[in-house]
């Protein structure tokens, strides 16, 4: 069955310090591939995503992400963290049997925390 | 100038009571889905609705009908509530099946 994970549960990182969160999918064929970011208390925000073409992609709030086929991993990247960066990191992938972002399977999430 | 809206934000009820969820979007999206999001914050797709027509239902108890009235609305209604239904429930939208999924801000809700 196709599978998202997320080994790390819980990151501390200190403010200005530079992060990156960890996603690995198991599936037969290249998936589209997504971050979203989740304040407390609020939904689900887009960082950014992956459909085709160049493998590291730009999100917003300065983050990006690097799509390696080889070890099937999609990890997200900030140079350096902010305080506001606090949240929980939730890397997903969109269903390849139908080739459509639309059944998205999420792993399990990792939440950030930041030290000033 | 809410893009996915949500109510009620918290639904506190009994067990074997009857509720609905209501879902907006004025983004124009075709594509509408609701989530579940449990106490472990996973997060898996419930139901997906493309121009009112049922496009995604994973293994839902029947007690849970999700009603597209229109392409702008998507609502859950739950009958008989049981206290594993207690999650946050998130709706999201998208432009076509293909397309970045937006989400709403979830409704907590609490089965005593």
């Known amino acids: 069955a196709q599978s998202v994970t997320q080994p790390d549960i819980h990151i501390t990182v200190s403010e200005g310090a530079s992060l990156e969160l960890r996603c690995n999918y198991s599936?037969?064929?290249?998936?589209?591939l997504f971050w979203y970011v989740q304040s407390p208390g609020q939904g689900l925000q887009l960082l950014l995503k992956?459909?085709?073409?160049?493998?590291l992609v730009q999100g917003i709030k300065g983050f990006e992400a690097e799509f390696k086929r080889s070890q099937s991993s999609f990890n997200l990247r900030k140079p350096s963290v902010h305080w506001s960066d606090a949240a929980e990191y939730f890397c997903?992938?969109?269903?390849?049997?139908?080739?459509?972002?639309?059944?998205?399977?999420f792993g399990t999430g990792t939440r950030l925390q930041v030290t000033l | 100038d809410t893009a996915v809206s949500q109510t009620p934000k918290y639904l506190v009820t009994q067990m074997g009571n009857d509720k609905s969820i209501k879902c907006e979007q004025n983004?124009?999206?075709?594509?509408m889905y609701w989530y579940k999001q449990d106490s472990k914050k996973f997060l898996k797709i419930m139901f997906s609705?493309?121009?009112?027509?049922?496009?995604i239902n994973e293994t839902v108890p029947n007690r849970f009908s999700p009603k597209s009235p229109d392409k702008a609305h998507l609502n859950l209604h739950i009958n008989s509530l049981e206290l594993g239904d207690s999650a946050v429930y998130f709706c999201?939208?998208?432009?076509?099946?293909?397309?970045?999924?937006?989400f709403g801000p979830g409704t907590r809700l609490t089965v005593l």
């Open positions: 999201a939208s998208s432009l076509g099946s293909e397309d970045t999924q937006y």
């Open positions: 599936y037969g064929a290249t998936p589209y």
């Open positions: 992956y459909f085709s073409g160049d493998t």
């Open positions: 997903a992938v969109g269903d390849p049997n139908t080739g459509t972002a639309s059944k998205l399977t």
């Open positions: 983004l124009g999206h075709d594509t």
């Open positions: 609705y493309n121009n009112k027509e049922l496009i």
